[in-house]
């Protein structure tokens, strides 16, 4: 139950927050990647953008974030990188390093977040993709916080 209420406080802490935060640094593209590099790169920049013009889920898929089940399906994904309080603090992901090993894309990124321009902590996210048929089916996200300002 403690856990619970610590996240829901966390959550709640983070929503008050939201609407005074900015973004600025993005994954831009990048004509080197493969079709699976691609989509968890547009993926990433969608978290800084909320732009999901270019992100393609399955209509199954999920999302894990610190073994906690985030996401439930394609279009909830959506619709949280388009308009999720919790992406609102985002203000960039820079450092991105991604390898490729059949259908799964693994990426390594620092992500800044803060409000109002002043960036308050920076995470380092390990995030897997399993990219099936140009669709992202799974992410898989682990955060490890790097510094709090």
Known sequence: MRTLRNIAGTAAATAALILLAGGAATAAPNPADSPREAQARAYIDALVSHDV???????????VEAGIKT?????????????????RVIQGVRDLEMSEAGDIVSTTYLLDAGIGGTR???????????V?????????????PVSVS
């Open 120 to 130: 308050l902590m920076t995470v380092e996210i390990r995030e897997t993709f399993e």
């Open 53 to 63: 013009s270019d992100v393609h889920f399955a209509p199954d898929a999920t999302r």
């Open 71 to 87: 996401g439930f399906s394609g279009p909830q994904m959506s619709a949280d990188l388009e308009n999720g309080i919790q992406y």
């Open 132 to 144: 099936r048929d140009g669709l992202i089916h799974d992410v898989v996200a682990d955060i490890i």
